[in-house]
């Protein structure tokens, strides 16, 4: 039983075309994240939900719009996708209220931009 | 600006010797860290953490040690498998945040 999981788990797609990317968390957490891992394998964390209400948005072009539709979704929408935008994205959730920060991440999602 | 750093991007030990991957960092908001670990094709995985109030903690054959005043920690793994051959991540978070600060990984490779 996958506790953190995403679709698709490769994308190619030419520059300009919209894509999304969903994900979908079974462990009753409140919190879920999106991660962008770029070329130099960087884990930057992009988008940050709690109970469905957007609290972290890490200065990430507005062509990216995260959609939370209840709390154990977390999708990821980008319009006019652009080159620099291939990497892998990664989902996460953890739960909100405790001392440390534990994050459970999905399989990750390679988007290929060509 | 890198608020978390690991230094070595590669390590290469002998199964059965001990790995040390370490991680630094310069927020001193900082108070928990956390140590994931990545093989090729899946998502990091939680493996093992430390609170600002410790200066180690143990699982098994994995530790991590902190040294607040160097703003430094370290993981330990002894002994070394070849199965702990993947990509170990260091993060950092401040009390009650969501954000977690990755360093850029190392990559361990256990040789048999």
Known sequence: DTAVSQTPKYLVTQMGNDKSIKCEQNLGHDTM????????????????????????????????SPKSPDKAHLNLHINSLELGDSAVYFCASSQSGVSYN??????????TVL | DQQVKQNSPSLSVQ??????????????????????KKYPAEGPTFLISISSIKDKNEDGRF??????????????????????????FCAASARYGNKLVFGAGTILRVKS
Request: aromatic share 18%; glycine share 4%; proline share 4%.
């Open chain 2, 63 to 88: 530790t991590v040690f902190l040294n607040k005043s160097a703003k430094h920690l370290s993981l330990h793994i002894v002994p070394s498998q070849p199965g702990d051959s993947a990509v170990y």
């Open chain 1, 33 to 64: 994240y999106w991660y962008k891992q770029d070329s130099k394998k960087f884990l930057k964390i992009m988008f940050s939900y709690n109970n469905k209400e957007l609290i972290i948005n890490e200065t990430v072009p507005n062509r990216f």
């Open chain 2, 15 to 36: 199964e059965g010797r001990i790995s040390i991957l370490n991680c630094d960092y310069t927020n001193s908001m900082f108070d928990y860290f956390l140590w994931y």
């Open chain 1, 102 to 111: 534990e994050q459970f991440f999905g399989p990750g999602t390679r988007l």
